[in-house]
């Protein structure tokens, strides 16, 4: 079956990895992205990447991680023809996604009101940290700016060590997550056309529902927990006679089951632990507790007995050893390219975690060079080789 975006065209004009990772998940659901990236350098995430080899090439780790199945075309925006040839393409596509500051785009000529007034269907994403307007919108927003003002960092971690940063880039992702989220329902409306405003502080703070809500409603004041649940107990990481794990007994027939299995039925017994709030208001002694039981045995031993008799349990993983573990492997949740563009060798690459018709939702092509496909774009919309060529020539693609 044809995917479900493979009639969309998209217009990707944005840069690092909100818009680009929005971007991801269009191509991978089957729309055309088309990467409009500047002359001479493109994407800033070419040059951003744990390999410095690639990044002097242009490919960088950061830069190939969300942008498998793309087409890069380059346009010189500030310049007159290069307005020109970008609304030949607006004119056609079906969605534009960018991630500039606010306004310029405005600035440039090329704002939502201009292109619309070119094709009236065309819906068009912006992605800022705080949005298209208020009194912030004239901040500059990465990620971790986004999670300082967001709130996260000051309920990650534990309250000796909050603030403390997201381990990865979680406003970037989660902004540009609720921006395809957003693209994929705008395209479904009649007519077309809409105007999506995408903020990235807004976003994050919509994935923060428990937390916000317990404050808007019932006055918590949000504080880190470190590796604890804060609406349970005993239900956060526990020390084994090996590596941690994460126990979530959440339940009372979980709890029951828990002190069962770790021959503790006596802790049911004492007031402290005989109900899920005094669970949570002795979580320290409970835990001293478990842990005693817990260290002397590896966690590979506890994880599938506990799982076996119904108490949630699992093990703490690096991030290779997830990558390869066998439930990875199964779902397709990783995609191979062989002898890359401009990288020179084989690569792996995570896709989206989606699956349509029980297969991975995919990409057949990896993550383009800088200018990969100018002749195959620009030649489709016109342009002649003799053209592409004095273009090439006058910096403006």
Same mark, same amino acid.
């Given at each position: 079956m044809a995917a479900p975006l493979s009639d969309i065209l998209v217009l990707d004009l944005t840069n690092v990895l909100a818009g680009?990772?929005?971007?991801?998940?269009? #191509?991978?659901? *089957?729309?055309?992205v088309i990467k409009v990236e500047r002359p001479g350098g493109g994407d800033?995430?070419?040059?951003? +990447? @744990?390999?410095?080899?690639?990044?002097?090439?242009?490919?960088?780790?950061?830069?190939?991680?969300?942008?498998a199945g793309k087409k890069s075309v380059t346009l010189n925006l500030k310049h007159a023809e290069g307005k020109s040839l970008l609304k030949r393409l607006a004119a056609k596509a079906d969605v534009l996604v960018e991630n500039f500051r606010?306004?310029?785009?405005?600035?440039?000529?090329?704002?939502?009101?201009?292109?619309?007034?070119?094709?009236?269907?065309?819906?068009?994403? #912006?992605?800022? *940290?705080?949005?298209?307007?208020?009194?912030?919108?004239?901040?500059?927003?990465?990620?971790?700016?986004?999670? +300082? @003002?967001?709130?996260?960092?000051?309920?990650?971690?534990?309250?000796?060590?909050?603030?403390t940063r997201v381990g990865y880039p979680v406003a970037d992702t989660v902004g540009g997550l609720t921006a395809a989220f957003a693209i994929t329902a705008a395209l479904n409306k009649r007519p077309r056309g809409a105007f999506i405003d995408v903020s990235m502080l807004e976003s994050v703070l919509a994935t923060m529902g428990w937390v916000v809500s317990n404050h808007l409603i019932a006055g918590v004041i949000p504080e880190a927990h470190g590796n604890e649940n804060p609406t349970s107990a005993p239900s956060g990481t526990f020390s084994t006679a090996t590596d941690p794990i994460n126990v979530a007994a959440n339940s009372d027939d979980q709890w029951v089951r828990l002190t069962d299995h770790l021959g503790l039925t006596r802790l049911r017994a004492r007031t402290e632990y005989a109900t899920r709030e005094n669970r949570k208001k002795n979580r320290d002694g409970l835990r001293a507790e478990l842990e005693a039981v817990l260290a002397t045995r590896p966690a590979r031993d506890w994880v599938e007995e506990l799982n076996r008799i119904g108490v949630p349990t699992g093990a703490v993983l690096t991030v290779p050893e997830v990558l390869r573990s066998e439930q990875i492997a199964g779902r397709g949740f990783l995609a191979g390219f062989e002898n890359a563009p401009g990288v020179g060798r084989d690569i792996e690459l995570a896709r989206t975690g989606v699956r349509l018709d029980r297969e991975a939702a995919a990409v057949d092509s990896p993550p383009p060079e800088l200018g990969q496909h100018n002749r195959e774009i620009w030649g489709r919309f016109g342009i002649s080789a003799s053209e592409l060529e004095r273009l090439e020539r006058d910096g403006i693609i």
């Amino acid at each position: 079956m044809a995917a479900p975006l493979s009639d969309i065209l998209v217009l990707d004009l944005t840069n690092v990895l909100a818009g680009p990772f929005c971007c991801h998940q269009l #191509a991978h659901l *089957g729309a055309e992205v088309i990467k409009v990236e500047r002359p001479g350098g493109g994407d800033l995430a070419r040059r951003l +990447g @744990a390999d410095a080899r690639l990044n002097a090439a242009g490919m960088g780790a950061s830069f190939l991680a969300q942008n498998a199945g793309k087409k890069s075309v380059t346009l010189n925006l500030k310049h007159a023809e290069g307005k020109s040839l970008l609304k030949r393409l607006a004119a056609k596509a079906d969605v534009l996604v960018e991630n500039f500051r606010p306004g310029v785009m405005e600035r440039l000529g090329l704002g939502h009101d201009v292109l619309k007034g070119i094709n009236a269907e065309l819906t068009y994403c #912006a992605i800022s *940290g705080f949005g298209q307007d208020g009194p912030w919108v004239e901040r500059p927003a990465y990620d971790q700016i986004i999670q +300082g @003002a967001s709130g996260v960092m000051s309920i990650t971690g534990t309250a000796e060590s909050a603030p403390t940063r997201v381990g990865y880039p979680v406003a970037d992702t989660v902004g540009g997550l609720t921006a395809a989220f957003a693209i994929t329902a705008a395209l479904n409306k009649r007519p077309r056309g809409a105007f999506i405003d995408v903020s990235m502080l807004e976003s994050v703070l919509a994935t923060m529902g428990w937390v916000v809500s317990n404050h808007l409603i019932a006055g918590v004041i949000p504080e880190a927990h470190g590796n604890e649940n804060p609406t349970s107990a005993p239900s956060g990481t526990f020390s084994t006679a090996t590596d941690p794990i994460n126990v979530a007994a959440n339940s009372d027939d979980q709890w029951v089951r828990l002190t069962d299995h770790l021959g503790l039925t006596r802790l049911r017994a004492r007031t402290e632990y005989a109900t899920r709030e005094n669970r949570k208001k002795n979580r320290d002694g409970l835990r001293a507790e478990l842990e005693a039981v817990l260290a002397t045995r590896p966690a590979r031993d506890w994880v599938e007995e506990l799982n076996r008799i119904g108490v949630p349990t699992g093990a703490v993983l690096t991030v290779p050893e997830v990558l390869r573990s066998e439930q990875i492997a199964g779902r397709g949740f990783l995609a191979g390219f062989e002898n890359a563009p401009g990288v020179g060798r084989d690569i792996e690459l995570a896709r989206t975690g989606v699956r349509l018709d029980r297969e991975a939702a995919a990409v057949d092509s990896p993550p383009p060079e800088l200018g990969q496909h100018n002749r195959e774009i620009w030649g489709r919309f016109g342009i002649s080789a003799s053209e592409l060529e004095r273009l090439e020539r006058d910096g403006i693609i």
